[in-house]
């Protein structure tokens, strides 16, 4: 885990760089297909996104969920990533849906910078790692 200073305008940046955000939502994707049949079914889609801990935490603080609501709650994101409804996300599924919640995140972080305790590999780390590249001349 790192430090970092980051924007809306960051993350912004990063997924309107094609090349930078194709090579990193391809590798998400290859890393993500444990059974690289070439789709991501919904079993491999949920372990990552029980990783975020959304619902299980408030401010970083364990709190009681409702396993169902939970469920219910992952059952339906998986479900608006799956456009064509076939019970899997192909690559381009998942580089929509992906570009959609980055593109989320940054409006709703706006332009003013922030702190933040990012983890290693996450979309966010990967974000800022593309800005530092820029400011280098």
């Given at each position: 885990m790192s430090v970092e200073i980051l924007n809306g305008a960051t993350i912004a940046?990063?997924?309107?760089?094609?090349?930078?955000?194709?090579s990193w939502v391809h590798d998400r994707f290859a890393a993500l297909d444990e059974d690289q049949d070439g789709v991501l079914s919904y079993e491999e889609i949920l372990k990552q996104l029980q990783c975020l801990r959304v619902f299980e935490t408030d401010f970083g603080i364990d709190v009681k969920t409702d396993a169902d609501e939970v469920a219910g709650v992952y059952c339906f994101l998986?479900?608006?990533?799956d456009r064509d409804s076939n019970g899997v996300l192909d690559f381009e599924e998942f580089k929509t849906?992906?570009?959609?919640?980055?593109?989320?995140?940054?409006?709703?972080?706006?332009?003013?910078p922030l702190q933040m305790i990012l983890e290693e590999g996450s979309f966010l780390k990967k974000d800022v790692e593309w800005e530092s590249t820029k400011l280098v001349p």
């Open positions: 940046g990063f997924v309107e760089d094609e090349e930078a955000f194709n998986f479900s608006q990533f849906a992906t570009k959609r919640m980055m593109l989320a995140v940054a409006d709703g972080l706006g332009l003013l």
